[in-house]
């Protein structure tokens, strides 16, 4: 082959790559932009909220109206957790008056959230009620167990100060919100862990990091003691969705 010949044929693949480059990020970003509105959180969680999502070489932007501050973040944390996800610029306004930090209705949302994600306890039939930093649950809970483990995440809420649970014991399961087989993705794995993390008092001041693959979440980071070790693998294990749990954290 002629030198001349070489020369053409490399300049023609560079022109080729040149102009399938941006193909591909639109192709990318559009699987992005898909992927969030197909996702668990933004179909379960966030269904009733108005979120426009825009990505750009992988730099998504997020704007619109949420009803609940939480929204808010839950939406960035399952966009971040995206593949192709570079940065995420999170412009959701949240609809209404923010509740006052720390103020009964701030910790009612805090404690809703912590409830929220965990398999085993029913957020749905558990209504929220809090006075003075007291919580009253109500409603019904399948068993004893469910409604002891209600209280137990309520209280462990940053700002709560007790928890008086009057929920009735019907004895009767509840049908499961999601059945065994069907699947939860990754990103929203991911994005409840973040955020049960962040609500409880036990784990909020945790450095951690959180990885999902196939619904296996890995868990990263430092922890005070085995015990809280320990505690970080519990309630990631009973997030809805998770199959297993890899505890990598180390103890200081």
């Known amino acids: 082959m002629k030198p001349g010949n070489s020369v053409s044929i490399m300049l023609s693949a560079l022109v080729l790559l040149a102009l399938s480059a941006p193909v ?100 749905v039939a558990t209504e929220v009620f809090v006075s003075a930093g007291m919580v009253t649950l109500r409603g019904d809970a399948a068993y004893q167990a469910q409604k002891d483990l209600a209280t137990e995440y309520a209280k462990d809420v940053e700002g709560i100060k007790g928890v008086n649970n009057e929920m009735t014991v019907s004895g009767a399961p509840k049908p499961a919100r999601r059945t065994v087989g069907e699947k939860i993705d990754d990103a929203s794995i991911s994005a409840q862990v973040n955020m049960m993390l962040l609500n409880h008092r036990s784990t909020s001041v945790l450095n951690t990091t ?22 970080v693998g519990k309630l990631v294990a009973d997030i809805n969705g998770v199959k297993g749990v890899k505890n990598q954290m180390t103890t200081r």
């Open 210 to 231: 959180v990885k999902t693959t196939r619904g296996v979440v890995t868990v990263g980071g430092k922890a005070s003691n085995a015990s809280e070790k320990e505690l």
């Open 24 to 123: 591909h990020a639109s192709q990318m970003d559009s699987r992005i932009e898909s992927s969030a509105r197909q996702s668990h959180v933004f179909k379960t969680y966030l269904q009733g909220d108005d979120i426009k999502i825009h990505s750009g070489n992988g730099a998504v932007t997020l704007t619109g109206v949420v009803s609940e501050d939480f929204h808010k973040a839950l939406a960035q944390e399952t966009v971040a957790g995206l593949p192709g996800v570079k940065s995420v610029d999170n412009k959701l306004e949240v609809k209404g008056a923010s509740p006052t930090p720390n103020s009964d209705a701030w910790l009612r949302d805090k404690v809703k959230v912590a409830l929220l994600f965990h398999r085993r306890v029913s957020a």
